[in-house]
């Protein structure tokens, strides 16, 4: 890897050559030495994001505001994508599935993505706060009843919680019946796995999905969003709803996973007889900021070759926001202090904004909060610096939490009838059996079921 200015070392086990691959153990084992030695080479840094993935890197916070905020020369349609129109991006890279172009809201510009993305923020804009509170507390309470029952009183935080809890929260939200909700939630698990079949089958559910609603609109958010003056097609409906569940699943299980580690693990946090600990509301704050869950992504393409801080971006080669080294960024230090933990980019900024960042941090806090609630001595089986994070450049997340508690003597018990999930979801009579019923399991406890 060439230096710059012969000033800057590359960071432990990273290949010498002319680009930094941002992908690999030794990248997931300290992404933050990889930023700092990128910072080297200015505001942006050449990297390969996969394979054979050439890409340029933006780890200053200023710069990344600067082309978050400026649609008109930094647009997201990746069918501008010089290399993979020329092809020389391989067939079978990882970085096509978070890359390539997909009809929706994140990869649209103008007014065709101002159309597509209202159409979702007025639909998620009418969840009501307490609402959502109310059902993360009753997802929560089932998930903990699961495991805190065990009678080795151990559990591992991602698998058996933060992993399902929002697929089951977002199951409620969008209204699905058990046995559509069983196949999406088999369908988004299997593409985080790499799973075969898994894009068929989460597509099939939701094409379902939507021709119930048009015959049965109810009280969510599909509903709404199928009601909108846009007057979205079914597949405008379908790929809409993918950006949510795909954008939303894995965020969520990092930021809740990473907040409740900071709260089991981090003497700032964990509350002792003498000391109350900092609040979950900080531990969040902490993660979207030091630990962004979407870590590098907010793909963009310059319409033409643009000046950036010294530096030329070429019209057409895809320029990635890492929200992880610009939320870092020493330059960024005072104003972080000034600003009070508000003007982090982990939710990004400008018109893609996330429009979920609301109901995001409301779920987060509830999860964490029930959690501590209910198991009031749970605690890390390891200590916080010996976690393992997955070694992938597009999010920051643990791959376990393992923990242990007293385990409880009777499970918890599902809240009275009427207060529970939305009416049609509530009312929908589960699926016979198969590979993941983890929704219909849940409707059955919801109903006062085994």
Same mark, same amino acid.
């Given at each position: ?248 699943? *894995?965020?969520?299980? @990092? !930021?809740?996973?990473?907040? &409740?580690? +900071?709260?089991? %693990?981090?003497?700032?946090? $964990? ?61 960024? *230090?005072?104003?972080? @202090? !000034?600003?009070?933990?508000? &003007?982090? +980019?982990?939710? %990004?900024?400008?018109?893609? $904004? ?61 809240? *009275? ?34």
């Amino acid at each position: 890897m060439s230096q710059h200015a012969g000033e800057h070392e590359p960071p432990p086990g990273c290949p010498a050559h002319d680009r930094t691959a941002l992908y690999g153990p030794e990248f997931g084992a300290d992404p933050d030495a990889h930023y700092a030695y990128l910072r080297g080479f200015g505001p942006t840094a050449p990297v390969d994001i996969a394979p054979g993935v050439p890409v340029e890197l933006v780890t200053s916070y200023s710069t990344a505001l600067r082309i978050l905020q400026n649609p008109s020369t930094f647009v997201r349609d990746s069918r501008r994508w010089r290399d993979l129109n020329e092809g020389r991006i391989p067939a079978d890279s990882p970085a096509l599935p978070m890359m390539g172009y997909r009809p929706n809201a994140l990869f649209s510009d103008g007014a065709a993505h101002a159309r597509l993305r209202n159409a979702v923020t007025d639909s998620l804009a009418t969840v009501d706060e307490h609402r959502l509170t109310r059902l993360v507390q009753r997802v929560a309470e089932y998930l903990i009843s699961q495991f805190s029952g065990r009678r080795i009183g151990n559990a591992d935080l991602v698998a058996d919680y933060a992993q399902q809890l929002p697929l089951l929260v977002y199951s409620d939200l969008f209204g699905c019946p058990a046995d559509i909700g069983d196949r999406i939630i088999l369908g988004i698990s299997g593409i985080f796995e790499g799973a075969d079949g898994a894009n068929e089958i989460l597509g099939g559910a939701l094409m379902e999905l939507i021709a119930l609603k048009r015959r049965q609109p109810g009280d969510d958010v599909t509903s709404r969003m199928m009601e909108h003056p846009s007057k979205l097609s079914d597949a405008e409906m379908a790929n809409q709803l993918v950006t949510l569940l795909s954008g939303g699943t *894995a965020p969520m299980q @990092s !930021l809740i996973s990473v907040g &409740a580690a +900071l709260m089991l %693990g981090d003497d700032r946090y $964990v509350q002792t007889q003498s000391s109350a600990g900092l609040l979950v509301e900080d531990a969040v704050s902490e993660v979207l900021w030091n630990y962004a869950p979407i870590a590098n992504y907010a793909v963009h393409y310059p319409v033409h070759d643009v000046e950036v801080d010294g530096k030329v971006l070429r019209a057409d080669d895809p320029v990635v926001i890492s929200f992880a080294a610009a939320n870092t960024d020493p330059a960024m *230090a005072q104003d972080r @202090s !000034l600003t009070g933990g508000r &003007a982090h +980019l982990a939710f %990004g900024a400008g018109p893609h $904004v996330c429009p979920a960042k609301d109901p995001a941090l409301v779920i987060a806090v509830t999860a964490i909060e029930t959690l501590l609630n209910r198991l009031p001595d749970i605690e890390l089986r390891i200590d916080l610096k010996d976690l393992s994070w997955v070694p992938a450049p597009w999010s920051r997340s643990l791959i376990t939490l393992p923990v242990r508690f007293t385990p409880k003597a009777q499970p918890v018990q599902p809240p *009275a009838s009427g207060s529970g999930a939305s009416t049609a979801a509530r009312a929908a009579t589960p699926a016979p059996p198969a590979k993941n019923t983890r929704w219909s399991k849940f409707l059955t406890w919801l109903n006062g079921g085994v």
